[in-house]
């Protein structure tokens, strides 16, 4: 059974200055982004929280604090002062912290309770890494300039990066990982000096550990920009108006 959930929350969010100057705060729908994360994760089952802050941290941590004690939610947060740096550098800082296997998100991507229950579902082997992954090539609430695309044979992934041209997926930024993604992007970085999530997952596609999960039947959005907080905000006032 796994347990704990790690959100990456380090990262300036410019894309998203126009709503507030610190993503994880942003409210969606009267919500903050990085509260509407650990909900829809502790609703599929997962019982406790690592966050990797970094960009104006104290301000950020002082809110986890308060919202951990409010909402009687385990929440742990780590520090990551390299949050400049790729996103790969604030999981591994929760490498001492999390045993065993887990899920990994980032802070700004709003998704169902259902894609994490059918990512933690999903038989894996030890040694793999899975990620939670759409098919959906129209799926309108995707910014194809920013997302990133996965290209799959079966539930192999076979490549992953932000500027692959031959693609028949998308990256929700849900996966469910163990020691293995901290060895790939540690392995990666040492080869191309790509400390990214992406680089990683790239290493273990390479050995075929890295596997695609089709999620393409829940809702998730990457809310990193004005136009897809937009997109978010319609779809949850649909959703509770029963028209999703």
């Not at 300036?12 to 994360?37: Q, S």
């Not at 998308?170 to 790939?184: E, N, Q, R, S």
């Not at 075929?208 to 897809?228: E, G, H, L, Q, T």
Request: hydrophobic content about 45%; overall charge negative.
């Amino acid at each position: 059974m796994i347990r704990d959930l790690l959100i990456v929350a380090a990262g300036e969010g410019t894309r998203l200055k126009a709503k507030g100057d610190l993503k994880p705060l942003v409210e969606l729908a009267g919500k903050p982004l990085i509260e509407h994360a650990l909900e829809a994760a502790f609703a599929a089952g997962l019982t406790r929280a690592t966050i990797v802050v970094g960009y104006n941290a104290a301000v950020l941590r002082e809110f986890l604090d308060g919202l951990s004690r409010t909402r009687d939610w385990p929440v742990q947060v780590i520090e990551n002062p390299d949050y400049q740096l790729a996103n790969g550098l604030s999981v591994l800082k929760a490498k001492e912290h999390i045993e065993g296997r887990f899920c990994l998100a980032m802070c700004d991507h709003f998704v169902e309770p259902s894609l994490y229950t059918k990512l933690m579902t999903y038989p894996l082997a030890k040694d793999e890494v899975g990620l939670a992954v759409d098919t959906r090539l129209d799926n309108r609430f995707v910014d194809l300039n920013d997302v990133t695309k996965v290209r799959l044979r079966g539930d192999r992934i076979l490549s992953i990066g932000k500027e692959l041209k031959v693609f028949n997926g998308y990256d929700t930024g849900v996966f469910v990982a163990g020691p293995a993604l901290f060895d790939a992007i540690e392995d990666y970085s040492k080869q191309a000096g790509d400390f990214s999530i992406s680089g990683g997952m790239e290493f273990l596609a390479a050995q075929r550990k890295a596997v695609a999960v089709d999620v393409s039947d829940s809702f998730w959005i990457d809310v990193d920009c004005p136009k897809m907080h937009g997109l978010a905000t319609e779809w949850l006032a649909s959703s509770q108006n029963g028209a999703a």
